[in-house]
T-cell receptor, first 113, second 114 residues
């Protein structure tokens, strides 16, 4: 089954404790991205990657890092989480240019105390 | 810069009534347009999209949307609401092939009343 998986689905942590949210897709998509969803703001793009070792900032990259060492994986790293990073996070991968369709993971709900 | 507005953060309709969710975008060139649906505790699912060709687009679950360039709009409609349509709906736009500048609207929560 074609899918995007994220882990963990729920995470409670404390300020300053480094964490990683994993994202993996099995559709051989080149393009992947991370979003955060906050009430009344919709989804805002954090980072995106057009291929292995190619990443770039989205609209709200501060406080986040990403890496793309393999085509299928695109982890999101919070080196020193802060309470304002409490949010719902989605990973997405995009099909070929003719389709322009993003496939979303199930989301990771993060609470930073 | 692109932006997307969705009129009404919360819309309520009765079961069997028409559903109309509004989306307007600002863009200097015609963008690619999308509607996504999010059910509680789930990720986003594509409802329909406009890339090129026919401006009236049909999607899943009986939804459709019409791209009107002159009005910079892409409103989502369904003739008859069902209880299972209760969810949050997001309009999104992008100008490029791979969507590195996907911009989402703030979302509209649809409630369906019995």
């Amino acid at each position: 089954e074609a899918q995007v998986t994220q882990n963990p689905r729920y995470l409670i942590t404390v300020t300053g404790k480094k964490l990683t949210v994993t994202c993996s897709q099995n559709m051989n998509h080149e393009y992947m991205s991370w979003y955060r969803q906050d009430p009344g703001l919709g989804l805002r793009q954090i980072y995106y990657s057009m291929n292995v070792e190619v990443t770039d900032k989205g609209d709200v990259p501060e406080g986040y890092k990403v890496s793309r060492k393999e085509k299928r994986n695109f982890p999101l790293i919070l080196e020193s989480p802060s309470p304002n990073q409490t949010s719902l996070y989605f990973c997405a991968s995009t099909s070929g240019s003719a389709q322009k369709t993003q496939y979303f993971g199930p989301g990771t709900r993060l609470l930073v105390l | 810069a692109q932006s997307v507005t969705q009129l009404g953060s919360h819309v309520s309709v009765s079961e069997g009534a028409l559903v109309l969710l509004r989306c307007n975008y600002s863009s200097s060139v015609p963008p690619y347009l999308f509607w996504y649906v999010q059910y509680p505790n789930q990720g986003l699912q594509l409802l329909l999209k406009y890339t090129t060709g026919a401006t009236l687009v049909k999607g899943i679950n009986g939804f459709e949307a019409e791209f009107k360039k002159s009005e910079t709009s892409f409103h989502l409609t369904k003739p008859s609401a069902h209880m299972s349509d209760a969810a949050e709906y997001f309009c999104a736009v992008t100008l490029d092939n791979y969507g590195q500048n996907f911009v989402f609207g703030p979302g509209t929560r649809l409630s369906v009343l019995p």
